[in-house]
């Protein structure tokens, strides 16, 4: 993750706060705090008229320095991020893990004698029908009676286990699925070395997708936006977040797109829009990929649905820039009193 991403996450943290220093809109007013009182002088303490007011203190707060420097830093990434909208955002070749939403990082476990051993799978998120292919990689032992057992996390309950075959250090098998696997799992590797039984574990999630990408409409322009409508069969209505980055021709990143809309069910329409300025003089034709399809929490509790698309990627033609305006982006008034707000407090000695 480079450095820009480091400070929008860093800004998004903090403005999901903001309530905690949002400024009052009078002067805080602050009762002495009263001393308490020792047992031995209890009695000894000078009675207090009873119409006499408690005295009032103005309290002014002053952000400390390092705090400030930090508010400089947010400020400024914030009015860089706020020349752009939010759902058109550029990409570049070291925004790995937007380039690679779903994919899966091994971790390696150190086992004894310098031994070490890591659960290898094609991605984190699958969903229905594909199967699971599940890999152990291992070094610097030799093991035996090696099997892998799928885990559902909310019930415990075993959802599939199989043998694993191979070479001493690689073996290998596939879970095939059942159309009621929905959520987050366990993927279980067990096997045994030097006459000790041994688990190795590691998280995926297996969705029945509520929604299917069946395609990509006819690319047109409207104002400062290229607009991507995307067709979609919908099994589940709701509130749908859509996530796909935009690539050229040549498969250089250009855009991170998203776009949030209420389904219903049936044949759907969702469109993504691509500011001009993300497009970087590019007119096409492009590759449209890396969908992240999410049903929306319709309630607290509720957990995130996923859906799917029928292909992978998308070809898109060429596409005359020439029909978007150059109008500069405007943020709306919420942000810019965010910003005007990181902007006071930076200002703060």
Request: charged share 20%; aromatic share 8%.
């Amino acid at each position: 993750m480079n450095k820009k991403w480091l400070l929008v996450l860093s800004l998004s943290a903090l403005l999901a706060g903001l309530g905690l220093f949002w400024p009052q809109p009078a002067p805080l007013q602050q009762q002495p705090k009263p001393e308490l009182a020792r047992p031995d002088t209890v009695a000894k303490a000078p009675l207090q008229p009873a119409a006499a007011a408690p005295q009032q203190i103005t309290v002014t707060e002053k952000v400390p320095q390092p705090i400030s420097e930090s508010f400089k830093l947010l400020a400024s990434a914030y009015a860089t991020e706020l020349e752009l909208p939010g759902y058109s955002r550029p990409l570049s070749t070291d925004d790995e893990h937007l380039l690679n939403p779903n994919r899966y990082i091994p971790q390696s476990v150190p086992l004894a004698g310098g031994a070490s051993a890591s659960i290898v799978l094609s991605k984190y998120r699958f969903s229905y029908p594909e199967s699971v292919p599940v890999t152990l990689e291992i070094n610097g032992l030799q093991v035996f009676d090696v099997s892998v057992q799928l885990v559902q996390e909310s019930s415990a309950d075993s959802a599939a286990s199989a043998e694993m075959r191979g070479t001493p250090q690689r073996y290998s098998a596939t879970l095939e699925p059942e159309d009621s696997w929905n959520g987050a799992f366990e993927v279980q590797v067990s096997f045994s070395a030097n006459g000790q039984n041994q688990v190795l574990k590691t998280g995926i999630e297996y969705h029945n997708p509520v929604a299917t990408i069946t395609g990509v409409g006819e690319v047109r322009g409207l104002g400062s936006d290229m607009q991507i409508p995307l067709q979609l069969e919908v099994k589940q209505a709701g509130f749908y977040r859509l996530r796909a980055n935009l690539y050229t021709e040549q498969r250089q990143p250009l855009a991170l797109l998203t776009a949030t809309e209420k389904l219903g069910s049936g044949k759907q329409q969702i469109t993504l829009r691509a500011f001009k300025a993300v497009l970087r003089n590019n007119s096409g034709p492009y590759i449209l990929g890396s969908f992240v399809l999410e049903k929306r929490p319709a309630v607290p509790g509720e957990l995130t649905q996923y859906g799917d698309s029928e292909k992978a990627e998308y070809q898109l033609d060429s596409f005359s820039l020439n029909q978007l305006s150059d109008e500069p982006w405007q943020p709306d008034e919420q942000e810019l009193q965010r910003l005007q707000f990181l902007q006071q407090m930076a200002e703060q000695q």
